[in-house]
């Protein structure tokens, strides 16, 4: 049972083209004044579960055929080891194992949205058109998770 305010967690590596769209919907929803939280260390996940926060997670989500879409995922559908875009130290679902192992299963109250990207570097600083319509989907999703529990 989550007791703390939701937070967006936005995953992904700054310098790696369109590995960066949580970042981008993180700072997005920041400056809309959500609770929202950059980071490339999938890790920074742990405190805010042992809080008993509801994570909402934006991440890249390496698919080439199906970039630009984007996918709510269930926490249940990722096994340890699995990884969105393997630029992170922990996976995802390495974190998410570990977080309910120390703190227990009604400690881990998260929503993952994933934007499907066709590359993770090239341009490090320019995102893809299809990544850019991923961001702006993310956003919409991401709100109205939000603004339900508001």
């Known amino acids: 049972m989550t007791t703390g305010p939701d937070v967006v967690v936005g995953l992904g ?7 960066a769209v949580g970042l981008f919907v993180a700072r997005r929803l920041a400056a809309e004044g959500f609770p929202a939280i950059e980071t490339s260390d999938a890790s920074l996940l742990l405190p ?8 909402i997670l934006v991440d890249a989500w390496l698919e080439p055929s199906r970039a630009g879409e984007v996918v709510r995922f269930e926490r249940e559908s990722l096994r340890a080891g699995d990884v ?14 570990l977080a309910r192992a120390l703190y227990g299963e009604d400690a881990v109250s998260v929503e ?4 499907a ?34």
């Open 13 to 19: 590596a700054a310098g790696a083209g369109d590995d």
């Open 48 to 55: 805010l579960f042992e809080a008993r926060r509801r994570v």
């Open 84 to 97: 969105f875009v393997s630029s992170h130290s922990l996976s995802v679902a390495d974190v998410l194992a």
């Open 112 to 115: 993952i949205v994933g934007i």
């Open 117 to 150: 990207i066709d590359r993770t570097c090239c341009v490090p600083s320019a995102l893809s058109a299809r990544a850019i319509a991923g961001i702006e989907t993310a956003l919409e999703i991401v709100r109205g998770l939000l603004n339900e529990r508001r």
